[in-house]
T-cell receptor, first 113, second 113 residues
Framework: DTGVSQDPRHKITKRGQNVTFRCDPI?????LYWYRQTLGQGPEFLTY????????KSRLLSDRFSAERPKGSFSTLEIQRTEQGDSAMYLC???????????FGSGTRLTVV | AQSVTQLDSQVPVFEEAPVELRCNYS??????LFWYVQYPNQGLQLLLK??????LVKGINGFEAEFNKSQTSFHLRKPSVHISDTAEYFC???????????FGQGTRLTINP
């Protein structure tokens, strides 16, 4: 097992464009999380899935953000009509059902120009 | 609502010296506590966690932390640091039974030879 994998590692996009990130969790983990980390700050919770069900969503996740986990395996996070304030590191993590403490991926760094 | 305060944004120490990174939390319910480490351009790695039981928790890389309920603290310590410990360290809290982690703003540990 190679851990939590995120793709792409880096994305530069123009303001107003849509972007999509992918996360592949550890295969036996049924919980998957998305966090956002801006420069000099700790990660902030965005959303969480158990299998394919999205169980919690932060108020940080505006209508321009959507996350899916269609078959309970990989997940995608889409940002529509990107803004400069969306520039951040987007972190994905996964955990087994009865565990506390996640395994994080290396993140996708988004730069909106 | 929960919150985490990491009292020092930067901590410089000399190699082989002891170090303590301070973390205080605020919560109205029982909590789980975590320390994560983040190396440059990487995701977060779990150092240690407190769920219950002994208030002194040992983690990876020689780190340990002590849960103090009366002072709502969870300070991280290492008796002798190495150059390789240079990284950003994040304290995090979750409510027992919840999945979301709330992170502090991080402490940058710099080891000088």
């Amino acid at each position: 097992d190679t851990g939590v994998s995120q793709d792409p590692r880096h994305k530069i996009t123009k303001r107003g464009q849509n972007v999509t990130f992918r996360c592949d969790p550890i295969s036996e983990h049924n919980r998957l999380y998305w966090y956002r980390q801006t420069l000099g700050q700790g990660p902030e919770f965005l959303t969480y899935f158990q299998n394919e069900a999205q169980l919690e969503k932060s108020r940080l996740l505006s209508d321009r953000f959507s996350a899916e986990r269609p078959k309970g395996s990989f997940s995608t996070l889409e940002i529509q009509r990107t803004e400069q304030g969306d520039s951040a590191m987007y972190l994905c993590a996964s955990s087994p059902r009865d565990s506390h403490g996640y395994t994080f991926g290396s993140g996708t760094r988004l730069t909106v120009v | 609502a929960q919150s985490v305060t990491q009292l020092d944004s930067q901590v410089p120490v000399f190699e082989e010296a002891p170090v303590e990174l301070r973390c205080n939390y605020s919560s109205s319910v029982s909590v789980y506590l975590f320390w994560y480490v983040q190396y440059p351009n990487q995701g977060l790695q779990l150092l240690l966690k407190y769920l219950s039981g002994s208030t002194l928790v040992k983690g990876i890389n020689g780190f340990e932390a002590e849960f103090n309920k009366s002072q709502t603290s969870f300070h991280l310590r290492k008796p002798s640091v190495h150059i390789s410990d240079t990284a950003e360290y994040f304290c995090a809290v979750s409510n027992q039974g919840a999945q979301k982690l709330v992170f502090g703003q991080g402490t940058r540990l710099t080891i000088n030879p």
